[in-house]
C-alpha cells in the first residue's frame, strides 16, 4: 500500500491556472502507475490524466486535453497537475491516484483524500 496526499487545490478565476501536487509514502512510488481524478457534486468520479510508472506515457481526458500536465518526480516522490486555462467546468474535488495503467477508476486501489478546486466565472 501506498498513502497519498493531495495538496494545492483552492479558489482561481476562470482562465487561470493551479498546481496540484500528491505526495506518496509507503512502498515505492515508483512501481506504480499514477493518475488523476476528479468527481463534481452529483456526478461520476472522471479519468483526468494518467502517467505510466516509468513516466514514458501519459494519457489525458478529453475534456483537459492541452491544458493540463501530469508530472513526476521520483526523487520526491511526487506526482504533479499542472492545470491552465482553467474554466468553471473544472470545478471539482480533485484525487490523487495510484495502481495499475488505463484510465478506469477500478484499476487503481490506492487513493488520496482529495483537493478541492473552484473556479469561478
Known amino acids: 500500500q501506498v498513502q497519498l496526499r493531495e495538496s494545492g487545490g483552492g479558489l482561481v478565476q476562470a482562465g487561470g491556472s493551479l498546481r496540484l ?9 515508483t512501481t506504480y502507475a499514477k493518475a488523476w481524478f476528479r468527481q463534481a457534486p452529483g456526478k461520476e468520479r472522471e479519468f483526468v490524466a494518467a502517467i505510466s510508472w516509468g513516466g514514458s506515457a501519459t494519457e489525458y481526458g478529453d475534456s483537459v486535453k492541452d491544458r493540463f500536465t501530469i508530472s513526476r518526480d521520483d526523487a520526491k516522490n511526487t506526482v504533479y497537475l499542472q492545470m491552465n486555462s482553467l474554466k468553471p467546468e473544472d470545478t471539482a474535488v480533485y484525487y490523487c491516484a495510484a495502481g495499475n495503467w488505463g484510465t478506469a477508476v ?16
Open 106 to 121: 477500478q484499476l487503481y486501489d490506492n487513493w488520496g483524500q482529495g483537493t478541492k478546486v473552484t473556479v469561478s466565472s
Open 21 to 29: 501536487s500528491c505526495a506518496a509514502s509507503g512502498r515505492p512510488f
